[in-house]
């Protein structure tokens, strides 16, 4: 079949609009919905895959920079829907049988803004991005736009979770933090970004089973929060671990607290992960990209098997 997904290409909203598009074309079958809109008014969508009872969430781009990772799930969700089509199967796994057991949920883009700020889609003569300029001039050692991770206003969104968010202000307004930046501000409280506000209320709604946060860089996979400890959590981890080639790590204390993944931990008590694809400096070069996929196409369909 003919290719969707560029994988050679900047991830600009309007772009990632038109694969969104081409993809319900090509898979009539797929289920799109709009989660929550942006600052700026954009289109936060989830998209679909599956009629099981188990649900899974996926998630990428909740750093504006590390949109590399919504390329990832666009790829992800055109090759698990072309499998499912053609009734074939991804390492051995027999896709149409998962489809039947397990929903998918995919995330694609948590950041839209904050993507376009770094991709080049934003109007540089529009309040947003003069704001975001604005913003970035009181952190000049942070490379503007390069350096963005942070949703429009400046809040970064998965710092913005209600689980240690108390702990994660104190840790990072010792680091000087203290206001509105292009990365590590948590925010004037807990899901005051409505960016975050729609994946906690969309996760609340579908009571996944299992989490996936798709972030760069440094080939790890994060599985624990505070003392949770969920069955099968680091079980389900080494087997990420085995199959991706990544390491399975705690998360560093400095960036332990107030991620969707904390929060997911904390309040079902089930399984969740932060993956960090890719090696380098965000935001990674899309010459990376073949690498990435290849490392992670088999680590989220060992997911999904195991969810």
């Known amino acids: 079949m003919e290719r969707i997904i560029e994988t050679n290409r900047l991830c600009t909203y309007d772009y990632f609009t038109k694969c969104i598009c081409k993809l319900k074309e090509a898979f009539p079958f797929l289920n799109l919905s709009v989660i929550g809109k942006s600052v700026m008014g954009k289109d936060i969508y989830a998209i679909n895959m599956g009629c099981g009872e188990r649900k899974i969430m996926v998630n990428g781009a909740h750093h504006a920079n590390e949109w590399i990772t919504t390329v990832l799930l666009l790829k992800f969700i055109e090759n698990y829907c072309d499998a499912y089509k053609n009734n074939c199967s991804i390492f051995g796994e027999c896709i149409e049988r998962m489809w039947k057991t397990k929903t998918v949920s995919i995330v694609p883009l948590v950041n839209p803004d904050g993507a376009d ?137 400095e960036s332990g607290f107030a991620g969707y993944k904390d929060w997911f931990i904390s309040n079902y008590n089930l399984p969740g992960y932060t993956v960090e694809a890719g090696e380098g400096e965000n935001p990674l070069p899309l010459s990376q990209f073949d690498e990435i996929y290849k490392d992670n196409e088999k680590l989220i369909i060992t997911a999904i098997k195991l969810a």
């Open 117 to 253: 700020l770094v991709c080049g889609g934003m109007d540089t003569n529009s309040i947003y991005y003069k704001n975001a300029m604005k913003i970035s001039s009181d952190f000049p050692n942070i490379p503007f736009p390069d350096g963005w991770k942070a949703n429009i206003e400046g809040c970064d969104l998965n710092l913005n979770y209600p689980a240690g968010w108390s702990n994660a202000k104190k840790i990072k307004y010792e680091m000087g933090y203290t206001k509105n930046a292009p990365k590590n501000y948590v925010g004037d409280s807990p899901l005051c970004a409505p960016e975050a506000k729609a994946m906690y209320n969309y996760s609340v709604y579908n009571s996944f089973c299992l989490s996936l946060s798709y972030h760069t860089q440094g080939k790890v996979i994060y599985w624990k929060y505070s003392d949770f400890l969920p069955e099968e959590s680091e079980r389900i981890g080494k087997e990420l671990e085995s199959v991706s080639g990544y390491s399975l790590d705690i998360t560093p204390v």
